[in-house]
């Protein structure tokens, strides 16, 4: 049976003598109606702060369909002039630290406030895992609830740099819909990192109490791009432990250099189950905010990241180019091999290749 007959059937099948709907056809109809929205009815419907305009106008970011992909970017355009009015956090820490659970309550702590927030994650694993981090729909229940929050699990995608590119689009039409905080997950063992760092105002990373050498584990190059350390799960009988932690990375921040934005970054404790210190770490976070607006680096950073996604964006564009040509592909094959057996060295196939590119 061909697609227009199977389709014909469903129409057919979708209401019966009584007029009920099948749900197949009714949702396939729904689909066909959402892709058919225009620019500029999810442009006004984002700016409107409608959650479900936001949410299906960034699934068009995240599809692989080239429609989809240049209607997406019809949208980031126009909604261009409504973003960036908001303070972007990035937060991370090893798996178990309470990332979820702090954002969960950080997350009510600034609803309460009476502003919005919006949550998203870059885990460059979501596509082997299916979304290690946020994926869960079982985390964070109480603020995906609410109608202030809006929660969106890490894209897939095959490499960091595509799902860090999704996640900073999606950052934009968030702050066009409204929300002033927004906070961005990541799993704190490699990379992520450094790509959140690329797109948030505010750095946080979380710690747990341990024993023994407080530093381990942790990079030192993630330590220096924190604009906040905090040690959570501050409760109980690990309050000590805490405590002893939080000096032992003080001590280790003063032997850093002074931070860019010119503030020296500090070590709070707090519990993020018992909603402990979270208003210290909120409070500290605005004043973050007012400070470097005044001394100009809250906007210089902003431009050096604009600048930053521009020359990602080429040298993707570029790449992809390159690897995508059907010439290139096969002749890489082949020379890899030559490579391989030592026949000839890295540097001159790959100079061969890139003239075989232009020139061609
Ligand atoms: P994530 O993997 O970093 O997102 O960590 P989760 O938020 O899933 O938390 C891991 C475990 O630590 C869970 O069992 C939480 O209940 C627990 N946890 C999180 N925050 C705290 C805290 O402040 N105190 C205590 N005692 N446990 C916490």
Known sequence: MSHSDKKNNNDKRSKSKLGAVNPRAAEQFLQKKKRNRSVEDFVKGIIRGNRMMLSQAITLIESTRPTDQSKAQKIIEACLPHTGNSIRVGI???PGVGKSTFIEA???HIIAQKKKVAVL???PSSSVTKGS???DKTRMIDLSSNQSAFIRPSPAGTSLGGVARKTRETILLCEAAGFETILVETVGVGQSETAVHSMVDFFLLLLVPGAGDELQGIKRGIVEMADLLAVNKADGD???AAKRAQKEYRNALHLMPLKNSGIQPKVLACSALENKGLDDIWKLLLDFQI???KNGFFDKKRKEQSLFWLHEQIGNGLKD???KNEEIKKRLEEM???VLDGKRNSFDVADELLKMFLNK
């Open 121 to 123: 994650a870059i885990d």
């Open 106 to 108: 950080l997350g009510k």
């Open 92 to 94: 991370t820490g090893i």
């Open 321 to 323: 180019f390159f690897y």
């Open 336 to 338: 890899e091999q030559e």
């Open 238 to 240: 690990r309050q000590t």
């Open 133 to 135: 981090i946020l994926g």
């Open 291 to 293: 400070s470097t607006k």
